[in-house]
């Protein structure tokens, strides 16, 4: 009898091994959102004033990660794109860009794991300065480009904030816009620059409410030669799910970087969201 309980105790336990077995592991796991987000405005005999207006922004999010007992591999491509029409002007490009991120860590039981990361930051097509008239372009795809390298640990235990500090390398291409990468102390006028520094990165996830998301990504960069002076990139997403395809979202986007402008730059919006979820 007491062999008989101790087979049946041994298959019970080799049964619950094997339902908790990682099912993600040693295979590569995609996933890929699409969104239409929309806003508009219509008059007609309005005696009150006003103009018509209307906006569409294509977003896409795309991750793609690969996991074995020791190493995770984590990819993510996020592009955005966008366009506006107010009244009779023609339409102008409101949201336009890449960002690809890739991270390789190795888990080896610490508080914190060694990781090396690769980042590609750039603008999908031309971007103008509408303030101008006549409009005028300042950027392009990779014109200026940021790719940035870092090496160092990140701390992953936490379900809703991940954070990762490394040392840094960061290379800025340019074509025709060089004031991004020129060095102004040479006679030459430079279309590539190299910059070491530090990089912070943290990711944060909660859900504020039962159908709302609030997504935020927090970058910090800082060179050796001006440590004083940091580039900071803050990207937030509340996303409140009305059903499986429809959302209402709101962005806000801060990025300062001294090289772009004095000042910091904000962008935020408020938009009905078609979504898609494809993979």
Partial sequence: MKIVILLLLLVTCRYSFAQ??????????????????????AFSNWTKGGDNAFTWTLTGDFTLEYKTTQWKFNNQLKAAYGRTKLGGDTYKTNDNEFYLESVLSYMGGWVVD??????VRTSITKGYDYELDPAVEIVDLFDPGYITQSIGFTYDKSEYVKTRLGLAFQ??????????TDDPGTSDIESFKFETG???????EFSVAENMLLKSKLRLFTRFESIDVIDIRWDNTITAKVNDWLNVNFTFLMIYEEAQSKQAQIKEALQLGFVYTIL
Avoid: R
Wanted: glycine share 2%; aromatic share 14%; hydrophobic share 35%.
């Fill in 171 to 180: 290379e800025v291409i340019a074509n025709k816009y060089t004031q991004y």
């Fill in 20 to 41: 908790e077995a990682d099912s993600t592991m040693y295979k590569w796991t995609p996933s890929l959102v699409t969104g239409l987000n929309i806003s508009q405005i």
């Fill in 198 to 204: 530090v990089e912070s990165v943290t990711d944060a």
């Fill in 114 to 119: 060694p990781y090396f990361s690769n980042t």
